[in-house]
């Protein structure tokens, strides 16, 4: 039997009695490529940021270019997640306004 911890509220996870939800967060930083003069500079930094990536010492810059994260949730931290995946202020969820 295989115990695993919840990633937000340090549970642990039975991972036969519970449900345990898994979620995966890829984030990929990208330009809209356009064939111009203008942009012919930012076009040359993000080739130069890819080929930097090649180098196994450059962790940082990788990180933020790509990242794929997993994490293990116990059902109730699952359904707040759900509600708000990207942390935003809870008055902007709820649609709360201060006037
Ligand atoms: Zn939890």
Do not use: W
Request: glycine content about 4%; proline content about 2%.
């Amino acid at each position: 039997m295989i115990h695993y911890s919840c990633d937000r509220c340090q549970r642990r996870i039975d991972s036969v009695e519970d449900i345990r939800y898994i979620v995966r967060i890829e984030i990929q930083a990208t330009i809209d490529s356009v064939e111009s003069a203008e942009d012919g500079d930012h076009l040359m930094e993000i080739e130069e940021i890819l080929e930097r990536l090649e180098d196994a010492d450059c962790q940082e810059l990788s990180e933020d270019v790509y990242q794929n994260r997993q994490f293990d949730l116990c059902p109730g931290c699952y359904l707040e997640y759900k509600k708000n995946p990207l942390s935003l202020d809870a008055q902007l969820v709820l649609g709360f306004s201060d006037n």
